[in-house]
């Protein structure tokens, strides 16, 4: 049986390291291809990483907890009999854990001494009435260890509850998502910090001019690839407005019928884009230095926002996929974007992306490539206009959408080509239904 060299996956260009969160398997435990086997934390999300091959799980290299350069070995899986000794030989040492910036003196600390404060500290309020004690529930200890998966700390520190509230429903007590999410449904509302008015920031009631706020891992990389996207790559810019009466009235129908997948404005666009780009290859495309690669399959990067900052995961072969498997497949991706649940395929590959900011009530906007890719479209709110037409003036929904287009590997004419299709398939959206 082949030796299979579990390393650490390299998700976009600007990641230099990966962390391993936790092992689902032991060392010993029988391991079958495309089974889930670790978590590991790169730049852009939390994602389940799959075994390549088929075997035992002979030796974790690299333990939970400890970050490792990518393309560095963390685990082998080999058969029993197999000599692994000269594969371990060549393991990388583990990178150093990123420094975490000084801490930032945003907030005073409470004094901890009978020192005199710099300056007055306002008396602690009048004691509340006593409320009816509630039934008997966790109790937090400080300095107590909490038992958590990952992802439920994740979630706890975004939305503010303390795991040592909580009462785990895992294997040995363990809290995990479903606990944190029960918890924030049922959590009551804080009271306001003495002093502090309905409404009005807490931080600001108190005196706290600013706080400095550590970048995340997903902001990081965002900071440090934006300006290699913005600055080398030449953009140009294509505005177009597309009546969207009938995709809107065609979506009302699809979503009226019973145990159909329902369909929403943006998996409408993707598909539309998705048949747009094969007409179009040439737009669905990337500069490589020096020749430009045409891609026949549309792999499409659905911008997901998240506290932390934005991913793209992938949706592929979106030109062979049906209007409803667009919808089911993309509903699916960006539920786990958000709970970063994304697997690493999943993470990179995109030939063309979309962002779409027309919940936010954004009506245009104008988005930024992810190299290596060629374009980008960026789609803004649904609005009723007045417009005329035959004369007439009338009302209509319309939809305004930018293509950001780099210039090394398509002109002007190219793009607006691109554009008109587009515009022609949202405008008679029963083609989007062959």
């Known amino acids: 049986m082949a030796i299979t060299k579990v390393v650490m996956p ?64 963390i685990a082998v899986i080999a058969d029993p009999v197999d000599e692994i000794a000269g594969v371990l030989a060549g393991a990388p040492a583990p990178a150093p854990e990123p420094q975490a910036a000084p801490p930032a003196a945003a907030a005073p600390a409470p004094p901890v001494s009978p020192a005199p404060a710099p300056r007055p500290v306002a008396p602690p309020p009048p004691p509340r009435p006593m409320a009816p004690m ?42 995990v998502r479903r606990d944190v999410e029960a918890a924030l449904t049922t959590a009551p509302s804080p009271a306001p910090p003495p002093g502090v008015q ?61 145990g159909q997948p329902k369909i929403s404005l943006t998996d409408m666009i993707v598909k539309a884009c998705a048949l747009a780009l094969t007409y179009h290859p040439g737009v669905n495309a990337s500069f490589q230095g020096e020749s430009i690669r045409v891609n026949y399959r549309v792999h499409m990067g659905l911008a997901v926002a998240l506290d932390e900052g934005l991913i793209t995961p992938v949706l592929r072969n979106c030109e062979a996929k049906s209007l409803a498997q667009i919808a089911v497949e993309g509903r699916d991706l960006v539920e786990r974007a958000r709970a970063r649940r994304l697997r690493a395929p999943e993470l990179s590959g995109a030939t063309f992306s979309l962002s779409n900011l027309g919940m936010f009530d954004v009506e245009e906007f104008s988005a930024i490539i992810n190299p290596p890719e060629g374009a980008i479209l960026a789609v803004g709110a649904v609005k009723v206009v007045p417009v005329v037409e035959d004369g007439r003036i009338g009302t209509s929904r319309r939809m305004k959408v930018t293509l950001s287009c780099d210039h090394r590997v398509m002109d002007g004419a190219m793009g607006a080509r691109f554009l008109q299709d587009l515009k022609r398939l949202l405008e008679e959206p029963l083609r989007l239904l062959v």
């Not at 992802?151 to 975004?158: E, G």
């Not at 990389?221 to 995709?247: C, N, Q």
């Open 198 to 258: 309905p409404g009005c920031p807490a931080s600001v009631a108190l005196g706290v001019e600013h706080q400095d706020v550590p970048l995340s891992s997903i902001r990081a990389a965002i900071a440090k690839r934006m300006p290699l996207a913005k600055g080398p790559v030449p953009h140009f810019y294509l505005t177009s407005e597309i009546a969207m009466d009938r995709a809107w009235e065609l979506r009302a129908q699809l979503n009226a019928l019973e």
């Open 134 to 175: 509630p039934a008997p529930g966790p109790v937090a200890v400080p300095g107590a260890r909490v038992k958590a998966s990952p992802l439920a700390k994740k979630i706890a520190a975004r939305s503010g509850v303390d795991l040592r509230l909580v009462q785990g429903s895992g294997p040995g007590g363990r809290i």
């Open 10 to 73: 390299k998700l976009s260009e600007a990641m230099e390291t990966g962390k391993v969160i936790k092992w689902l398997k032991e060392e010993g435990d029988r391991v079958e291809g495309g089974e889930i086997i670790a978590e590991i934390e790169t730049d852009k999300a939390d994602i389940e990483l799959e075994a390549f091959g088929s075997g035992v799980l002979r030796k974790i290299v690299v333990p939970a907890g400890d970050r490792v350069p990518v393309g560095g070995l």
